[in-house]
């Protein structure tokens, strides 16, 4: 069976759902009635200016082009995405949630009590000693971390000027590290995919500030070595960084704390179900072990003297800030919900229910899959199929596609990660539509995708001639 | 059918997971993991899993120990009214609960959506390019001085910041500076203003960067915005400027004034207060395109030679180019832009410059009724404000502060007698009580 994805009636030649600005924009005189000075403000400005109706139709219209996780299968490997609880949505509406963040400790007891009932589970999933709330994104959590261990580092009077990352890791790994100025030794992958200990023991020294490890890694595997990764870091002198991309796949299984992980940070969308938005807001809160705390960024909140509620602190040798305010909140709050919906034992599920989805798609698969065993993803190779066409056939057959060619170590990577939401139904239909696009024509796989809202779209034209705003269209 | 005692978001019916065990060939699920036993967890938490109603009930009870206060609270994070429109528009699950448009051709709505807030920000700044979102203005300045780093040929390691800068803006621009060599330092101002002389004798070879805001913390319109670009201008200088979205809307406009690049908060759009969750501006000039952070979308063509929209120059972004990327930052705000620029679809320019402009008058309207009870002046500063103003009052200002709340109004104490107060039009209405309130305490 294939799902039906949306398909639109092409309008002839014209765009299939104008822009704003070309269903009407109006230029305003600024001055006529502005209550300041002409040379403090400007002459004019020209916007869209739709009805209320039109603006509902344009983006419902809109709506209808997007996929969603609520639309089908989304097996994005590494980017987790899961379905997002209805109800969290209302538990993060209240309107006592939407207060101003400069409040009075005093004012703010409910919003720093439910902050201090976060920092607690997630310490406690963790297996952390102490959490901050603030990054407002995984990869702000990243720079946090690292942060953290470079301030930790430096108050001890270690200069040392290297993050160790394998090659595998994310991306943002990498760039984290640089942008916390440090240079970055990649680590190559062992042939089991793994990190290689005696690479390790090569990389790792005086300089090492930190190892940024993600476990599973990104092809699923875990690190069986961890015990010995962590000694052989901590013997250097260098920290365990733990990117929490993969921590879906340990819930209740292994904790990082006890794997000798001094600095983690936890991404609520991957993790706590947190809706991704399109690309955010997302949030990443950090953990990590006693040793660290007082340098983490400030204020973080605490129980105050007994029965005197919560109240902010600065820790002792606090970073300083990685958000202008508290970060995400309203995201926050929605992961505090899933976490409380779903418990210890709800939790330890959803991490056995995605393992066995991904090993039971990969089953079904025609595909290889060269490492193994993997947890909650899989890099399934294209062989000698490119991997990004047998992806936008995919498409056509109804579901949305993995992540391709990466990581690098397997070739035409096709990185699965159903998450534990599919049903076995579902992921025999994803099995299916892999199947059929992998097996599928030449031809077939160049001109597709055919049955979606746009067919194949011209990425190098659009890097090599930007056009990056209606105003740089008007121009041509 | 039955599912076992587990995550009430998994499918699954013990009868299938049996049968899914069996097609893999394994006994149960634990057989799956390859965890050693040295670092296996037993499964405790701690936590008891709660019904959906009683988890709401919790945190309603919770949250309602917030005191019941009209805010007049600024610096940085504003409440505007927010048409009902914009939730129900963009709560649509299609919007609310998609990844990352990495397959364009099953993004189109989002992209063509992002797409629209990236060009009403190039037309509220004038500048040629704008990202679809940093997280918020603090971390948009912290990116705005890297980029300074990476684009100017000087030898200097200075980022020069107003003394009038919100605290914790500044230390989220010191940690972006301190991974880049740079030091912050500041210029002097004058009765809310940039000290354009004194700043003029400041900035040197040494500076890549010079930051000015509009409206500053306190709310002052700065008035002399292209003297500062021309100062930036002269020792070739990155001008960055910190604005906000309604403001962008009446205010000169920053390419007219020399900015290369304009970051801020379009957070005052589309989002209530939200405990200081934003929505980051970055534009810029075209010059610097490819070292602008974050994503960007492009328009371009299909197959069928029909306009498409995708992500673009994304080799300028960590999943690509690693190390060597423009920045870190890979999940940013696009849902609140998304908001943003409903809401700003909604109020059209008519109602958007109104917005702007009744945020002018309000702030006059109320420095002047504050400034007429005995013990308080307002505003401080001799300038034009927005939203915001610092009052000035005998007594010590947190205890009046304190007082105030007492009479159920929040407003910043800033200072051993200073005050600051910001209204908007969701407490223009309450403007008679606190009026009131500062008659009481004073």
């Known amino acids: 069976m294939i799902h039906d994805q949306a398909n639109y009636e092409r309008e002839g030649e014209d765009v299939r759902e104008p822009l704003l600005s070309e269903k009407g924009q109006e230029t305003v005189d600024v001055r006529g009635d502005s209550p300041l000075p002409d040379e403090l403000t400007r002459e004019e400005l020209t916007l869209p200016n739709p009805s209320e109706p039109e603006t509902a139709r344009h983006y419902t219209r809109l709506s209808q082009m997007n996929w969603a996780i609520d639309s089908g299968p989304y097996p994005l490997g590494s980017c987790t995405m899961k379905y997002n609880p209805k109800f969290t949505e209302d538990v993060a509406a209240d309107p006592n949630a939407a207060v101003h963040p400069d409040r009075s400790a005093r004012s703010a007891q409910g919003i720093l009590e439910l902050q201090y009932r976060l920092q607690e589970v997630l310490s406690e999933i963790g297996g952390m000693d102490a959490v901050t709330l603030q990054p407002p994104a995984g990869a702000a959590g990243e720079l946090t971390g690292i942060l953290v261990a470079k301030a930790y580092h430096e108050h001890h009077g270690n200069d040392r000027s290297e993050v160790v990352i394998p090659a595998s890791a994310h991306g943002t790994n990498f760039a984290t590290a640089a942008t916390a100025g440090y240079d970055v030794v990649e680590l190559p992958s062992g042939e089991d995919g793994r990190v290689d200990l005696e690479a390790l023991e090569a990389a790792v020294g005086d300089d090492t500030a930190a190892l940024m490890l993600t476990n599973p890694n990104t092809v699923g595997l875990f690190e069986r070595d961890i015990t010995e990764i962590a000694e052989i870091v901590h013997d250097a002198g260098g920290l365990l960084y733990y990117d929490g991309a993969n921590l879906n796949a340990l819930l209740g299984r292994g904790r990082p704390g006890d794997m000798g992980f001094d600095v983690m940070h936890y991404n609520v969308h991957k993790t706590f179900a947190t809706p991704h938005g399109g690309g955010g807001p997302g949030a990443g809160p950090v953990g990590v072990v006693d040793e660290l705390a007082p340098f983490l960024p400030t204020p973080r909140v605490r129980e105050a003297a007994e029965g005197a509620g919560y109240e902010r602190f600065e820790p002792d040798h606090t970073i300083g800030k990685v958000h202008g305010f508290a970060g995400n909140w309203l995201v926050l709050i929605k992961a505090y919900a899933y976490i409380a919906r779903l418990g210890n034992e709800g939790l330890s599920d959803a991490a056995a229910k995605a393992v066995l989805n991904a090993n039971y798609l990969a089953e079904r698969l025609d595909l290889d899959v060269p490492f193994g065993p993997f947890h909650h993803e899989f890099a399934a190779t294209a062989g000698d199929r490119d991997a990004a066409d047998v992806a936008k056939r995919m498409l056509d057959f109804g579901v949305h596609p993995p992540t391709t060619k990466w990581p690098e170590m397997v070739p035409e990577a096709m990185l699965t990660e159903p998450t534990e939401i599919e049903g076995r139904s579902s992921l025999d239909d994803l099995a299916e539509a892999f199947n059929l696009a992998y097996a599928d024509s030449d031809e077939a796989l160049d001109s597709a995708p055919t049955r979606t809202a746009a067919a194949r779209i011209d990425q190098v034209g659009a890097a090599r001639d930007p056009r990056l705003s209606w105003q740089a269209l008007d121009e041509e | ?442």
């Open chain 2, 1 to 442: 059918m039955s599912r076992a005692n587990g995550t009430p978001y998994a499918p699954h019916t013990d009868e299938e997971t049996a049968a899914m065990l069996a097609a893999i060939g394994v006994d149960d699920e634990e057989a799956l993991f390859d965890i050693p036993e040295a670092v296996a967890f037993d499964g405790d938490f701690g936590i008891e899993p709660r019904t959906e109603r009683g988890i709401r009930d919790e945190c309603t009870r919770i949250l309602n120990r917030n005191d019941d206060l009209t805010e007049f609270l600024g610096r940085g994070h504003y409440g505007h009214y927010v048409p009902s429109v914009v939730d129900h528009l963009a709560d649509r699950a299609e919007f609310l609960t998609s990844y990352t448009q990495y397959q364009p051709e099953v993004s189109q709505g989002f992209l063509q959506a992002l797409f629209e807030y990236q060009s009403m920000l190039v037309e509220l700044t004038g500048l040629d390019v704008a990202n679809c979102s940093m997280y918020d203005a603090a971390t948009a300045l912290g990116e705005a001085a890297t980029l300074a780093d990476r684009v100017r040929a000087t030898s200097g390691d200075t980022v020069l910041v107003p003394e009038q800068l919100r605290e914790g803006k500044r230390a989220v621009l010191e940690n972006y500076c301190a991974g880049a060599d740079l030091s912050v330092e500041t210029y002097p101002m004058a009765d809310g203003t940039a000290d354009v002389d004194r700043l003029a004798d400041r900035a040197g070879d040494d500076v890549v960067m010079l930051y000015a805001e509009s409206p500053t913390v306190r709310g002052c319109v700065e008035e002399r915005l292209a003297a500062i670009g021309e100062v930036a201008d002269d020792t070739d200088a990155l001008f960055a400027l910190g604005s906000d979205v309604v403001a962008l809307s009446v205010l000169e406009s920053p390419s007219e004034v020399g900015a290369d690049v304009v970051v801020g908060e379009a957070g005052a759009l589309g989002l209530p207060t939200s405990y200081g969750m934003g929505l980051g501006i970055f534009a810029c000039r075209d010059e610097f395109l490819r070292q602008v952070p974050g994503r960007l979308v492009g328009a371009s063509e299909d197959a069928n030679g029909d306009r498409a929209y995708t992500l673009t120059l994304q080799t300028r972004e960590q999943h690509i180019r690693k190390e060597r990327a423009t920045s870190n930052i890979c999940t940013n705000q696009a849902w609140v832009a998304l908001r943003a620029a409903i809401h700003a679809a909604t109020l059209g320019p008519d109602g958007l410059v109104d917005l702007a402009n009744d945020c002018v008058r309000e702030a006059e309207a109320l420095a002047a009724r504050i400034d007429d009870r005995s013990g308080a002046a307002a505003p401080v500063h001799d300038r034009h404000h927005f939203r915001e103003f610092a009052v000035r009052v005998d007594q010590p200002a947190p205890a009046v502060a304190e007082d105030l709340e007492a009479e159920g109004f929040a407003v910043h104490a800033i200072g051993d007698h200073l005050l600051q107060v910001c209204v908007t039009d969701l407490n223009a209405g309450r403007t008679d009580g606190l009026v009131a309130a500062f008659e009481g305490v004073l």
